[in-house]
């Protein structure tokens, strides 16, 4: 980590690549935050601590924030569903589009959060998406605990206590819920960073009927499921992300051999995560492309 960064916005450059790699190793629950704190001793120079480099490399909730919540092209609410595992009721953040054509309505996307509930960035983007003509929807998986908790450590300790089949059948309702709704066209894609990329790789999987999928560095399924998948898929992938850039040659593999359509973009030199801008591995140019990508994509497949 550089000195004197505090007095702008910190991006990726002013870290050393191997304690980006430490960060997300413990943001995804693969060492405990003792072990990160250990091991990021080594950066901790000129009275810099170990938990004030944490601290920098946090989201900062301040900058969450491309739509307003008040902008007059969209329309928002906070709406529940039932959840199919009877934990109760799944809260979420529906976003609605505030003029369209109603012999033309918009299609719906599901996005879906990260590891750690529906945060202020996740909550941002269904408003980017509903400002871009979609109606969009984004669960709280941490709804039956009492939804986020306005801090994401403490919402990750929280989403990994939950029984992760009970957790994924929230978000499968969720899809369901919006396949019913009315003022769209029926048809229904699904978004999703880190856990909830993985979550629309499985979305692909048992919905045959999806209309369209943009994973961003989500867990991939396995090459056997693959077959399953109808959904036209475009995978958003980090070029610096070993830990899921490992599973991609078998799942492009598998891709191929069983002719789906999809296409996959690895942005060069970012990490995972570059889509939140919240956090320093924030890439503004490689997240730009990646949403107006996505944003096509879905224009392209979920047109009525």
């Known amino acids: 980590m550089t000195e004197a960064t505090t007095a702008r916005r910190l991006t990726a450059a002013d870290f050393d690549q191997e304690l980006l790699d430490l960060y997300d190793y413990y943001a995804h629950g693969k060492i405990s935050k003792r072990e990160f704190l250990d091991r990021a001793g080594k950066w ?27 902008d007059p092209d969209i329309a928002e609410s906070e709406i529940t569903y039932p959840s199919p595992d009877g934990t ?14 109603p012999e033309n309505p918009p299609a719906a996307v599901l996005v879906i959060h990260e590891n750690r509930g529906l945060n202020p960035y ?22 039956s605990l009492g ?14 206590t939950l029984d992760q089949a009970a957790l994924l059948n929230d978000f499968f309702a969720g899809f369901e819920y919006l396949t019913q709704l009315e003022g769209t066209n029926g ?3 699904a978004t999703g960073f880190c856990y909830g990329g993985g979550v629309v790789n499985k979305l692909a999987v048992a919905y045959p009927e999806m209309a369209a999928g943009v994973p961003f560095y989500g867990a991939a399924p396995s090459a056997e499921q693959v077959a399953a998948i109808e959904a036209p898929l475009m995978i958003q ?29 690895i942005y060069p030199g970012v990490n995972h995560g570059f889509h939140n801008d919240t956090t320093p591995r924030y890439d503004e140019a490689a997240a730009r492309l990646a949403e107006e990508r996505m944003v096509a994509w879905f224009r392209t497949y979920m047109a009525a």
Do not use: C
Not at 88 to 101: E, K, W
Not at 123 to 142: E, I, N, Q, T, W
Not at 147 to 153: I, K, L, N
């Open 147 to 160: 939804g986020y908790p306005g801090s994401d450590d403490k919402g990750r300790e929280m989403q990994a």
């Open 88 to 101: 109760g009721d799944v809260g979420a953040y529906l976003v609605r589009p505030a003029q369209f054509d």
């Open 237 to 265: 992938l980090a070029a610096l992300d070993q830990r899921i850039n490992a599973m991609w040659p078998d799942f492009q593999k598998a891709l191929e051999q069983n002719d789906k359509r999809y296409e996959a973009h």
């Open 122 to 143: 996740i909550r941002d983007v269904v408003r980017r998406l509903a400002k871009a003509g979609f109606v969009a929807m984004g669960p709280d998986g941490l709804s």
């Open 187 to 189: 048809k229904v894609g």
């Open 44 to 70: 901790a120079v000129g009275g810099l601590t170990a938990a004030a480099i944490l601290g920098t490399l946090a989201p900062n909730y301040a900058l969450a924030q491309q739509v307003a919540e008040d």
